[in-house]
Each structure stands twice: as C-alpha cells, then as structure tokens.
C-alpha cells in the first residue's frame, strides 16, 4: 500500500491527452511538499519529469505538465506519442514518516 | 552530463548484507549535492533507501535505519550501501541518484541493479 494514490493504468491515444493522478495527505503533499514525477522506461534511468509540482527540467518537453491541488498533485502529457508509454511515478516528502514517499506507479498505454 | 553506475553482486544470501557502490562521473561528488538509493520491487514499488551530503551527513529511511549504512568515497567520487540481514523482501532493483540540493527529489539516476536474496 503506498503513501501515494495513483491510478494503475491509463491509456489514450496518439495526439491526445492524459492526466495521472497523484492523492496523498495532510502530512506530505498536503502540507506543503513538492509533488514531481518520474519516468520509468525498462532498461534505461529513471527519468525526471516534473520537480517542485509545475517545474520542467531541461529537456523535457513542454508536452509534460505538472499541477497540485491540495493534498494531490498531477501530470498531464498532451499530445501524445507511442514514446510515451512508460511508468510514471509521483514522489513527495512525507513529515509524519520522515522520509521520501512514492505513488505505486500508473502504466501508460498507447492505444 | 552526470552519470552514475551502480555496482555489486547481482545475489545475495539470506542474513547475509548486501554491497553496493555507485560510480559518479561528469560531477565531483565533493562539489555538493545530496546522493542516494532508492529500490524497486514488485511488491513494494519504489522506496527511498537512504541520503547522504558530500560533507557525510546522512538521513535513513526509519523502516530501514537500523539495517543501512551509506557512505562516501570522495577520493573515488563513489558512494556505497550496506544492507546487513537481508531477506527476500530486499530482492529489488537498487538504484542510486543525485539528488537536487533540497534533497526533495532527484534529477539524475543510474540505471539500476538488481540484486536477488536467495539461497
């Protein structure tokens, strides 16, 4: 059971868009830590997507996009492309556990 | 561009601790920055493992504390884990990372490594 909520699996299709969602609480999102998100692709590193909730780090293209609301966060990926099937992963910091906490990872298809 | 390599024995017996080192290169580990582990299984997902500062200051994750040890090796630009009393619950992918100087994420990963307890 992970800290953060996130959806197992979303799918769409080439051109459009996606949200995943990112549900934590009171002690970690919700109290103010960054939400940001990961990339996981079998065989290569673990990319970052989205630091501090909205923040893009260089090279990520704009088709990636990150929000927070309350005690959950999202990412958004317009435009969709077959690349972007992967693992995506929310991350946080939580104040009651001390310590980092992930999301359990929503799979991404392309239709 | 930073590059980190993660390195060990791929298995790893039950009670026995578990090694690894992670090779940093296109940075100087002594410049700053937080580096870390982080592991994936099946079964747990993604877990932080454990921080450390340049300076060697170091953070734990509580679940684990009392079984990790990182460390730094800032003549070999290289940081290391120790995992003492494993058990099939700590079969996962090890990754290490450089994390941003918050501490709050990270912005480069290795590759990952997987490590196997079993006997």
């Known amino acids: 059971q992970s800290v953060l909520t996130q959806p197992p699996s979303v799918s769409g299709a080439p051109g459009q868009r996606v949200t995943i969602s990112c549900t934590g609480s009171s002690s970690n999102i919700g109290a103010g830590y960054d939400g940001n998100w990961y990339q996981l692709l079998p065989g290569t590193a673990p990319k970052l997507l989205i630091y501090g909730n909205t923040n893009r780090p260089s090279g990520v293209p704009d088709r990636f996009s990150g929000s927070k609301s309350g005690t959950s966060a999202s990412l958004t990926i317009t435009g969709l492309q077959a690349e972007d099937e992967a693992d995506y992963y929310c991350q946080s910091y939580d104040s009651s556990l001390r310590c980092w906490v992930f999301g359990g990872g929503t799979k991404l298809t392309i239709l | 561009q930073v590059q980190l390599q993660e390195s060990g024995p791929g298995l790893v017996k039950p009670s026995e601790t578990l090694s690894l080192t992670c090779a940093v290169s296109?940075?100087?580990?002594?410049?700053?920055?937080?580096w870390g582990w982080i592991r994936q299984s099946p079964e747990k997902g993604l877990a932080w493992i454990a921080t450390?500062?340049?300076?060697?200051?170091?953070y734990y994750n509580p679940s684990l504390k009392s079984r990790v040890t990182i460390s730094v090796d800032t003549s070999k630009n290289q940081f290391s884990l120790r995992l003492s009393s494993v058990t099939a619950a700590d079969t996962a992918v090890y990754y290490c990372?450089?994390?941003?100087?918050?501490?709050?994420?990270?912005?480069?990963w290795g590759l990952g490594t997987l490590v196997t307890v079993s006997s």
């Open positions: 450390i500062y340049h300076s060697g200051d170091t």
């Open positions: 990372a450089r994390l941003a100087k918050s501490g709050y994420f990270s912005d480069y």
């Open positions: 296109g940075y100087s580990i002594s410049s700053g920055y937080y």
